[in-house]
């Protein structure tokens, strides 16, 4: 008995602070499920109305945003209007989905890059790298893409940590394999090249090669498990200081859109939703959802905070046992619970590479590829401590609030485009 109940103790011990490590991870592949429902808040939110809407793939259709209905108790203030700033030519994406570059790009016949020691960045040579993976795998489903790659550098020394987000269209060498997209890695050393250490070992190489970066350790989450996380936490609170539309492709229906629109404003996101707001980028790009995705990861933290994990601990682990994978020891673990609880938010740095960190490529097989710029991408580094603190850098666009484009019917109306899926979203008082 006494055996049984100290091998429970450890794994509630090892479930609880493994939870700051998973408020660092967060999926980021295309998916969708049933029509979302909104989660309740502890506190007053506005009412800001999100729209969901099917639509032709190959043209934008109306969208005309639902009035949401005032709340009869008193609501807190509206969040401040915002400049607009139209984003830079070079980062106007592709109209078609399937384009991973959003810039455009001349084909050459330049091989990857791969940094020499002169440009090789020195920030985080004594921080504790940690590799964090969100995987696009299905039940069922053999292969996958690594489409959220970050790393969240800890400071023990200076009390700080800096997550930098690795664009998935990155073009590597991956050793064993050759060239492709860094989302790629993962999955060619864990499965096709059985590389020592798996994919995240791989991985690691190719960043170490390319990017300059150590990796000390992984942690990998799939998307059911995220959105299950968030779930079981009761949600998380994402602040919107722009409008947020955006679209991925009907899994059911090719042909087909899926939208989603967000006013300005506070919304509190259950998991489905938030998977939603840290995946989509079929109009905005990888780029802005790397920056979605740094936000939600805020949210994460700020809600596991303030959650009551003693009744919840049966389902977390439940969540959690087979959902994530890391070679974090115990003591380690440990460590990251207690440096998480007693970090100020102000010390908590991101930095996305973007499109003024890389050149856009077009392979000899015709794909959209982006290639980095090290030495740009060096300094980026060297000064990620230096930039704004995550919780600012990750609330707006990189290029500022976008102006909504004005809605244009298709050509030759479908049928099917004309449904119409509304969530509004409804605040309520505190207990």
Partial sequence: MMSFLQNRHAAITRLVPLLWVVTLLVACVPGIGPTPTAVPTATMMP???????????????????????????TPTLAPTDTPTTPPPPTATRPPQPVATAQISATVDITA??????????????????????????????HAWRTDTIMIAAVDWEHDRIGVLSIPRDLWVDIPGYGESRINMADFVGEKEIKYPGGGPALLGRVISETLGIRTDRFARMNLLAFEQAIDTIGGVTVTLDCAFREATPDPNNPDQLLEVNFEPGSYHFDGHEARM????????????RSRRQQQVLLAIRQQALSFNIIPKIPSLWLTFKGAIQTDLGFKEIIDLATFGLRLDMKNVHGRVLDYRLVTPYTTRGGAQVLKPKTAEIAAAINGIFDTPPMQESSARPIAGCRATPTPKPPATPLPSATITATLTLTPTLAN
């Fill in 47 to 73: 009412e800001p109305t999100a729209t969901m809407t099917l639509a032709p793939a190959t043209a934008i259709p109306s969208l005309t945003p639902t009035a949401a209905t005032p709340a009869t108790a």
């Fill in 112 to 141: 990857t890059t791969v940094i020499t020691d002169g440009l090789r960045p020195h920030a985080l040579d004594a921080t504790f790298n940690i590799l964090l993976l969100g995987s696009d795998q299905r039940p069922g489903e």
């Fill in 277 to 288: 707001y840290a995946s989509y980028r079929y109009y905005t790009g990888d780029w802005d």
